[in-house]
């Protein structure tokens, strides 16, 4: 007699499925309880925000327009590297010249 | 019932005996689709995670803060604008902010410099700065001042925690004799103004109060602060958009040829199929399966892949886009923020459209009389 | 027992066209259970096209056909008059056909890059059965047919032969009453053909119904040949003498 009753593929693909469904709602779950905990997590951001009347995050930090993009001028959406000069809108793209950055 | 489970675990079984036959070819198609969904699922994160931040930060942002224009740039506020502001009716409190960039030359890092109630000589860095110039508690900093003679030493009261890197992490504190001293900063005036207001449904009226009596004052008010985030990560976010459209397209026409070129061999499949004894909905289900079995697990695997990429390792991928040449750049880790409808609208885009492109093209193959494979 | 009774059934291609065209004519006929007919006649005499007909993959324009000694899933219980599958909607006659038919093919028709087991099993996968229980059947039909060590391998690995009993252990695992065969031998060599016929002895004893189309002497010389029909031009010139 063969064996004809082996592990079948769609048992292992709805296997799999079931596995990564799991594991989303797994993540979906961890979101939450650190959802739940991000007060305190964000508590000393929160905090030095608050004291120093901080308005942006400093994500991007190579320009003064992206350190403060909330402060940014209307008239030049675009500002350049501190020792690049000025031109729109390029300088956003556009790195300092490398002399004068070294 | 358990007929009908067991009709489509037969019909899944063949759809993946069939789709094994080509396993280069359809383990390529999972691994782009994947590969595109995590990008985009990555995007999603890390941006819904970065306007939440962002969000928290300006929450205890200022009500206003008020510029002074020369020349259509900014310029620094005269103390005595903050004095007839703080007389406005309205106005709680006026805070005059001493703030500034200094770019640091040795490292190459534009450090953001601000001011706090602090004895003089003392400093407290973001943890970014103390990476930067590998520098912490207790240790001396020196700053070259702008009357160019004497470089101040700072020492290091306090780097700033961890945590609070999005924040903080390029910032120097310092007292205000130290300022003033380091940017030879003029007696009299502040950076700009920070307002809180008694009401906050009365912002506007009083920025036109202001601009009224300081035509080159420029009030900014937080709702724009708002704006300007939103369309800030729109902007970077859209960037990345771009780059990521010629991989999409790629895969879309990739996907298209794969699922509506149906074969002749293909078609002679379904043939055969339907002499055997298949329905022409059984051949349909075959085909729903042949696509959503590529397309569920793409997203799965795509999805699951984007969140340890975004929430556990801080999103390492987005750093060369996001960093832009700033060599500051801050340690992070997002508090995952995720949003079903987003997520919702990815499954739907990622299975729906790949999954009916399989099936249609096979519509009408699906119909043909069972009696074709007869004369073939 | 099955049996298939026929009463002027006829099948016109292009209905209603100038190249209208009278496949098979007003042919009756009754097809005896449990034993072995074969259809015989010059090509585009209209054997496929009878079979297909019998076989309920295509409808007659007109005529009757009753099944009778058979129970689908949706009847209550066998019907003791016989079913008259012409007018049956499409679902119910698609479920005649997968219980009541097995089809032979003569160009095999098996599906390549599958396993051998799996075309085997194919017919059975829109069923809803167990895939325990035809999974079983199947590896029962491969040892049976001695293709037992192939059951993994593609099914272009296998010669002629072989492929010829694949086809057969197909047709055969739904366990249907009437196998049906169109030209059978016609890619087989002289010995091959004979392999088949022994098989078709096997499926006679053990009391199917059996049905093939084909001008090689092989098999309508056999001696296990019951009957022989002979048709031309889509009518049918003798039925052979009743057995
Ligand atoms: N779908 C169709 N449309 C039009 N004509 C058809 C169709 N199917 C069959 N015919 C015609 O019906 C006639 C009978 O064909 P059929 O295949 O039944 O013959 P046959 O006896 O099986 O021939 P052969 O021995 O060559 O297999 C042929 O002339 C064929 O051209
Ligand atoms: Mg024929």
Known sequence: MI?????????????????????????MLHARSVQGRAGELLASSSRIARELQLTDLCLFTEARYTRHPAMGD?????????IALEHFPSGSLVPAPLPLVR | MNRTIERHKNILEFSLSSLLRRKTKNASLLAIYTLIVFAIASLLFFLSAMKREALLILKDAPDMVVQRMEAGRQDLVPLSYAKEIAALRGVREVKPR???YYYDSPSGGNLTVMTAEMPAGFIKIGSGVSRLRRATAADVIVLQSYDNEVPLMLEIEE???????????DLVIMSELDFRKLFKFPQGHATDLALTVANPRELSTLAGKIVDKFPDARPILKSEMLRTYDSIFDWRGGMMLVMMIAAVLSFIIFAWDRATGLSAEERKEIGILKSIGWETSDVLLLKFWEGAVISLSAFFFGVIAAYVHVYFFSAPLFQPVLKGWSVLYPQFKLVPAVDTYQLGVLFFLTVAPYTFATIIPCWRAATIDPDAAMRS | MNMISLTN?????????????????DVSLDIEPGKVTILKGPSGSGKTTLMTLIGCMARPTSGRIVLSGMRAAWMASEEPAGVEITSLPERFLNDIRRRTFG???????LLKGISVLENVMLPAYPTGEDHREFAKRAGVLLEQFSIARHASSPVEWLSGGELQRVAIARALINDPSVIIADEPTAHLDTALSREFMTIVGTLKKAGKTILIASHDPIVFDSPLADRVVEMRDGVITSSGPKP
Do not use: C
């Open chain 1, 3 to 27: 064996k004809t009753h082996r592990i079948r593929k769609s048992t292992v693909f709805l296997v799999l499925t079931i596995v990564n469904v799991m594991a989303f709602s797994l993540l």
């Open chain 3, 9 to 25: 059934i006829s099948k016109s291609f292009h209905v209603g066209k100038a190249s209208q065209f009278v496949a098979v004519n």
């Open chain 3, 103 to 109: 089809f032979v093919f003569q160009q095999f028709n």
């Open chain 1, 74 to 82: 209307v008239h030049a959406a675009f500002q350049d590297h501190p």
């Open chain 2, 98 to 100: 001493l703030w500034g």
């Open chain 2, 159 to 169: 780097v700033l925690p961890y945590e609070s890197e999005l924040a903080a992490a």
